[in-house]
C-alpha cells in the first residue's frame, strides 16, 4: 500500500502538464493540483496546508513541477524559496530602493554592488512587479532581465 501511495505521488509531483491550471490565491502545488474545488475559504485553506506540509510547493517552484512555472533564470535555490516567502517585503522594499530582504536577495544572488542593485531594481520597479497577481517566477525573471 505505502509503494502505491508513494507512486501516486510521484507521478502526480512529476506530470505538470495535465495539472495547468492553478488558482492565484494559493498558487502551485500538491494542494492545488487535488483539491480543484477553491470556492470556499476552507477549501482553500486545506489547499495551502496540504502545500505546506508536504513541502512540495517550493520544490515545485524551483523545479517547475506540480503544476508550478519554472523560471527561464537559472539561479540557486535558496534565492528562489526567499523570493516566494518574501514577495510583499521585497515588493516594498524595491519600490523604496532598500531594504534588508533586498540585501539578502542580493547576496544570494552574489551581486557585488548592492547599491546599483537596488537602484536598478528601484527604476525598474513596474517591470518587475508587473502586476497586482504576478507570480514569483515571473519576478525572479523580471530581475534577471532588468537587474542581471
Not at 495535465?18 to 493540483?33: D, E, I, K, R, Y
Not at 503544476?67 to 522594499?93: Q, Y
Not at 527604476?123 to 532588468?146: G, H
Amino acid at each position: 500500500m505505502k509503494k502505491l501511495l508513494v507512486s501516486l505521488a510521484a507521478v502526480a509531483a512529476l506530470s505538470t502538464g495535465a495539472f495547468a491550471t492553478v488558482n492565484n490565491q494559493t498558487g502551485c502545488g500538491l494542494g492545488s493540483m487535488i483539491i480543484k474545488d477553491d470556492s470556499s475559504a476552507v477549501m482553500l485553506a486545506l489547499q495551502a496546508t496540504t502545500n505546506g506540509t508536504s513541502g512540495n510547493q517550493t520544490f515545485g517552484i524551483t523545479s517547475g513541477t506540480s503544476g508550478c512555472k519554472k523560471t527561464k533564470f537559472v539561479m540557486n535555490e535558496r534565492a528562489a524559496e526567499f523570493v516566494a516567502s518574501n514577495m510583499d517585503i521585497l515588493a516594498k522594499e524595491m519600490a523604496a530602493g532598500h531594504g534588508e530582504s533586498l540585501d539578502t536577495l542580493a547576496e544570494l544572488l552574489k551581486v557585488e554592488d548592492k547599491v546599483a542593485f537596488n537602484a536598478t531594481l528601484q527604476a525598474n520597479y513596474n517591470k518587475i512587479y508587473s502586476s497586482e497577481s504576478v507570480e514569483m517566477a515571473d519576478v525572479l525573471d523580471n530581475i534577471s532581465t532588468t537587474a542581471m
